[in-house]
């Protein structure tokens, strides 16, 4: 098992900025990757960014592309979200995921809540 735990959700204005971590802990030498996802009201839970946990490789959603940048630190066991120039539809529970190198993500997080206001 791995255990997943996000911290630095909050209250922000358009404009601004926010860093969420994710904190990983148990099997964690058995995670291939490592991922931000979000679910707004209303909506479906929606891929944000991922990591690949050895070697860094990154990709986007189109819609954070240029504004968010994920990355990680092995040592601490940690992934980032950082995310500029928020706009209110960002607003959303955000949510970290881990998954192996086969099947999809199967380990999350209690998710933490952004919300953009106008």
């Known amino acids: 098992q791995v255990q997943l735990v996000e911290s630095g959700g909050g209250l922000v204005q358009a404009g601004g900025s926010l860093r969420l971590s994710c904190t990983a802990s148990?099997?964690?030498?058995?995670?291939?990757?490592m991922a931000w996802f979000r679910q707004a009201p209303g909506k479906e839970r929606e891929f944000v960014a991922g990591i690949t946990w050895r070697g860094g490789t990154t990709n986007y959603a189109d819609s954070v592309k240029g504004r968010f940048t994920i990355s990680r630190d092995i040592a601490k066991n940690t992934v980032y979200l950082q995310m500029n120039s928020l706009k209110p539809e960002d607003t959303a529970v955000y949510y970290c995921?881990?998954?192996?190198?086969?099947?999809?993500?199967?380990?999350w997080g209690q998710g933490t809540q952004v919300t953009v206001s106008s």
């Open positions: 148990g099997r964690t030498f058995s995670v291939y990757a």
């Open positions: 995921a881990a998954r192996g190198s086969v099947g999809q993500y199967n380990y």
